[in-house]
Structure formats: C-alpha cells, structure tokens
C-alpha cells in the first residue's frame, strides 16, 4: 500500500500501466491496459496437438466468486446444475468433455465433487497442474475451452482456441471487452438461468481477430 501511495503521489509519473481494474483511478491519473504476459505463452511453450472434438472446461470453487460478491452468492448445486446441462448438450454433439483447474487447491476439490455429482460417464479430470507448462500442456490440448479462471483464459487466447467465459470476477470480463469479444461470457450470478444452449452456439462461433 505504502508503495502504491508513493507511486501515485511521484510528480514524475506519467502513466499508469494495468492489467486490469483500470475504475479503480479516476480521470486525474491516466491509467492503461496491458495484457497479462500470459498472452505469450504460445511464444514460450510448444503447443501440445489439437484433440478434435474436444472441449475443456475449467473448474472454480464458487466459495471463491462468493466471497468477492456476497450480494450476488450462488450456491455449488446451482453451478455443478449449470455444468451439467452444458456437458449434456456438448455430449449429445459428439465432443469429449476433459475437466481441469488451473491448479488451486480449492478449485480441484470442487472439480473431483463435480465428478461424484454429475453422475455423468465419459469425464476425464486432469492432474493438478504444478508449474505453468503442466496448465499450458493441458489446455493447448483442447479443440475449445469454457473455464472461469482468467489465465486459463487468456492461454486459451494465446493459442487460437475458442473459450467462453464463466466470469467470477471484473478482469475476467475486462479481458473478453479488451479481445473483443463481450459476448463471449456471463457472470457465475447468471448461472441459475443459464441458457446452455446459447453457451455452446457462442462458444462454436468465436473467432479471433
């Protein structure tokens, strides 16, 4: 916080440079964006090959979207629900459903009581990634992806392939506004009335620019 006071109160600073939250400062202090360096991960990491048909989907702990919005709060039922009529719906297309996290703890633990939830056959969930590479082998490996966490978002971006976002937080948003693509995602608040099927329509359809 001290530094952060210091930086603003430096009559020598001309800008400011963020990866997101760029509401947090107001006109008097000019504030830009820049990409997270996750963007580069296509330039750092070889890209494992492409499983066609094959459609990733990131799991989050709802306890997480919770806490930052108490006032909005879902409970898990209502988002493991919402998971299972996008995998159904996926399924009854012909794509494979492989689960991930990005490597929390918590957000592995919710994926493994998915699992026993969902009921659903033919679910394979990856090993906790460890170190960058391992979440970078595992999405680079997918045809699409659906996640919530923002870096598995932007590595799914890094490498071309179409994700939709399950948002948990302002970034997540701010990022699919930064590509263009604002309607490439809903918030987790929304998950309750969640049209499935639209989901998938506009996950298929995503094209980079």
Same mark, same amino acid.
């Given at each position: 916080?001290?530094?952060?006071?210091?930086?603003?109160?430096?009559?020598?600073?001309? +800008?400011?440079?963020?990866?997101?939250?760029?509401?947090? +400062? &107001?006109?008097?202090?000019?504030?830009?964006?820049?990409?997270?360096?996750?963007?580069? =991960?296509?330039?750092?990491?070889?890209?494992?090959?492409?499983?066609?048909?094959?459609?990733?989907?990131?799991?989050? &702990?709802?306890?997480?979207?919770?806490?930052?919005?108490?006032?909005?709060?879902?409970?898990?039922?209502?988002?493991?629900?919402?998971?299972?009529?996008?995998?159904?719906?996926?399924?009854?297309?012909?794509?494979?459903?492989?689960? $991930?996290?990005?490597?929390?703890?918590?957000?592995?633990?919710?994926?493994?009581?998915?699992?026993? +939830?969902?009921?659903?056959?033919?679910?394979?969930?990856?090993?906790?990634?460890?170190?960058?590479? &391992?979440?970078?082998?595992?999405?680079?490996? +997918?045809?699409?992806?659906?996640? =919530?966490?923002?870096?598995?978002?932007?590595?799914?971006?890094?490498?071309?392939?179409?994700?939709?976002?399950?948002?948990?937080?302002?970034?997540?948003?701010? $990022?699919?506004? $930064?590509?263009?693509?604002?309607?490439?995602?809903?918030?987790?608040?929304?998950?309750?009335?969640?049209?499935?099927?639209?989901?998938?329509?506009?996950?298929?359809?995503?094209?980079?620019?």
């Amino acid at each position: 916080r001290l530094i952060e006071q210091e930086i603003l109160s430096n009559k020598n600073r001309i +800008f400011i440079s963020l990866r997101d939250h760029l509401e947090y +400062f &107001d006109e008097r202090v000019k504030a830009y964006r820049h990409p997270d360096i996750a963007i580069c =991960s296509n330039m750092v990491y070889l890209c494992s090959p492409t499983a066609e048909k094959t459609v990733g989907i990131g799991i989050i &702990d709802v306890e997480l979207y919770n806490t930052n919005n108490p006032n909005d709060a879902i409970t898990e039922i209502d988002y493991f629900n919402a998971l299972k009529q996008i995998i159904k719906i996926l399924h009854e297309r012909n794509f494979r459903v492989e689960l $991930f996290c990005n490597g929390d703890y918590s957000d592995y633990s919710a994926a493994e009581r998915f699992l026993s +939830f969902s009921e659903l056959n033919d679910l394979n969930l990856h090993k906790r990634p460890i170190i960058a590479e &391992d979440l970078i082998s595992i999405i680079s490996s +997918f045809q699409y992806v659906i996640a =919530s966490r923002l870096h598995a978002i932007i590595i799914s971006y890094s490498y071309k392939i179409p994700c939709f976002g399950l948002s948990w937080d302002s970034k997540v948003d701010e $990022f699919f506004l $930064f590509i263009k693509l604002n309607k490439n995602f809903l918030n987790l608040n929304e998950i309750q009335n969640i049209d499935a099927q639209n989901v998938i329509d506009r996950l298929l359809l995503t094209e980079y620019k």
